[in-house]
């Protein structure tokens, strides 16, 4: 199954996590956001800069399927193709070897 996140599909929820956790840096004087990957999602850390506090908070993102990429199936097609050319070819050889 694959995962929907800004018009792209990851096939794992570790991807996901992973993409969405190095998206949300910011920093704007006072506050400096920052995220960390984890199992179930992302821990997002908050440290404000005037108070020199840091609060976490653990998100869990909506996970929205959307269907494999395209170049994920001709990929596999590909693959299939040449498990195909591979099968008729050592049959060719086998045929080959028993009417030599």
């Not at 996140?5 to 096939?11: N, P």
């Not at 840096?25 to 821990?43: A, E, L, R, W, Y």
């Not at 195909?84 to 080959?96: G, K, N, P, Y």
Request: glycine share 2%.
């Amino acid at each position: 199954m694959s995962y929907l996140y800004k018009a792209h599909c990851y096939d794992t929820t570790a991807e996901l996590h992973a993409v969405i956790a190095a998206d949300c840096f910011h920093t704007d004087g006072q506050k400096i956001v920052q995220c960390m990957p984890t199992v179930s999602g992302f821990d997002m850390s908050i440290y404000d800069i005037p108070s020199n506090m840091t609060q976490t908070i653990s998100i869990t993102p909506v996970q929205i399927e959307c269907a494999p990429d395209l170049t994920n199936i001709i990929d596999l097609s590909w693959k299939i193709v040449l498990v195909f050319v591979v099968a008729w070819a050592a049959r060719q050889l086998i045929f080959t070897a028993k009417t030599s």
